[in-house]
Nanobody, 114 residues
Framework: VQLQASGGGLVQPGGSLRLSCAAS????????MGWYREAPGKQRELVAA???????SYADSVKGRFTISRDNANNTVYLRMNSLKPEDTAVYYC?????????WGKGTQVTVSS
């Protein structure tokens, strides 16, 4: 299983970005896709996750600002990030959890700065 993420970049506070992550390989239907982030000096944390049936979960710090969604036909997960804050600056990693195994994509940098 390989995960390819894209969509990071530099944005001003209050701006928006959309991250995408496509999974390839042998993907079983029952899985959870999600986004984590790792800021300098901090541990990697869960940002948002979505199960195959559509159930979502979010970190408290992003609720109301970020929206996770997925395209099951194309094994792709998206993270729409609105009202970005400097504290959202981090490397964002997509993940796929399937049959007890976590797969990770390479990170994409998101920098929120004026």
């Amino acid at each position: 299983v390989q995960l390819q993420a894209s969509g990071g970049g530099l944005v001003q506070p209050g701006g928006s970005l959309r991250l995408s992550c496509a999974a390839s390989g042998t993907i079983f239907g029952f899985n959870v896709m999600g986004w984590y982030r790792e800021a300098p000096g901090k541990q990697r944390e869960l940002v948002a996750a979505v199960a195959g049936g559509g159930r979502t979960s979010y970190a408290d710090s992003v609720k109301g600002r970020f929206t996770i969604s997925r395209d099951n036909a194309n094994n792709t997960v998206y993270l729409r990030m609105n009202s970005l804050k400097p504290e959202d600056t981090a490397v964002y990693y997509c993940s796929l959890s399937m049959r007890g195994i976590n797969y990770w994509g390479k990170g994409t940098q998101v920098t929120v700065s004026s």
